[in-house]
């Protein structure tokens, strides 16, 4: 079920519904969320039912405010507080230690917990609405199938669970990929999956650089090696590759599907090209949007053409990376 995200009966509704333990979708700036009251484990519960998703691979938790934080937090780092200060509300996660008994299933068992803030005006009114009816907060992973393409519009959710799911429509998604998460339990800032915010961003931002996951940092969502597939075979290629691949091909009817820059005229004949933008903002947009259209148009191939290896590209292409494992 639709409701309209700006309309505030909707917004009452969804949040009454968190409050007794029920699931609902809703908007942020990055992607369609999941969601179900974090303090309660069994209304947590039901969102790894619905998804197919382990119960051990953690959820990120929705927060109001910086306020909201604390009720999860054992401590809030300093490093986690100036990132805070930076970005919230926006698309950063930070993992900082979790307060106990509390949390528990969100965080996968573990003894962290991510925490966010989202900036998308339907989700912060549902947040705080929740608030008012005693909910501290929201577990909310992306409203999609564990491991495939993450929504970025209500009809995107609606085609993954059906219409008896809540759904607040609060339009497309202005980001389109999950945020970034910076794990800031370990007394140093560890960049655990990235997003729109570039490194230098986040570390000018806390102060230090970021070190690389070591393997002993806590498990995170959407980290995974194998996530965000389409069911198409997805394949990343440089563009030359690409380009000589296809004329290779010729003109034989193939059900394959091409995202890259624009093409010479003729190279792509027989096939659906859908042209990247030159912009790594505006890919990360509309990426999981072009792959769910190629999808649904029965495409069992996807090529893609390289991003290139530049700070502002690295949220794409570890989406890609991650959708062309499986």
């Known amino acids: 079920m639709q409701l309209e995200g700006a309309d505030p009966g909707a917004i009452a509704r969804a949040a009454a519904a968190l409050a007794a333990g029920e699931l609902v979708a809703f908007p942020t700036e990055t992607v369609y969320g999941l969601g179900a009251r974090a303090d309660d484990d069994t209304a947590v519960a039901k969102i790894f039912a619905a998804k197919g998703r382990p119960a051990d691979h953690p959820l990120i938790v929705h927060v109001a405010d910086a306020a909201g934080a604390r009720v999860f937090a054992a401590s809030v780092p ?180 091409v995202y890259s820059r624009p093409l010479p005229p003729g190279v792509v004949s027989g096939v659906r090209l859908r042209v990247m933008p030159e912009r790594a903002d505006a890919v990360a947009h509309e990426l999981f949007s072009v792959l769910r259209e190629f999808d649904d148009e029965g495409a069992q191939l996807i090529w893609v053409e390289e991003p290139p290896a530049t700070p502002e590209w690295e949220g794409v292409r570890d989406r890609l990376r991650r959708a062309a494992a499986s």
Do not use: K
């Open 78 to 257: 300093p490093v986690a507080v100036r990132l805070i200060a930076a970005f919230w509300p926006g698309p950063l996660t930070v993992i900082v230690p979790r307060a106990p008994n509390v949390g528990a299933a969100a965080a996968g068992g573990q003894n962290t917990i991510g925490l966010r803030c989202p900036s998308h005006p339907v989700a912060r009114a549902l947040l705080q609405a929740a608030q008012q009816l005693g909910v501290p907060g929201v577990a909310a992973p992306s409203a999609n199938r564990f491991g495939r393409i993450s929504p970025t519009q209500a009809a995107h959710v609606a085609a993954e669970f059906g219409e008896s799911l809540l759904v607040l429509d609060g339009g497309a998604c202005t980001v389109g990929i999950e945020s970034a998460i910076v794990d800031c339990s370990r007394g140093h800032p560890v960049l655990l999956r990235p997003g729109v915010l570039t490194r230098a961003q986040i570390e000018a931002a806390a102060g230090e650089p970021l070190r690389e996951s070591d393997g002993a940092v806590p498990r995170a969502s959407g980290t995974l090696e194998s996530h965000y597939a389409p069911r198409a075979t997805l394949r990343v290629m440089p563009r030359a590759a690409l380009h000589s691949a296809l004329q290779v091909l010729g003109r034989e009817p193939l059900r394959l599907a």
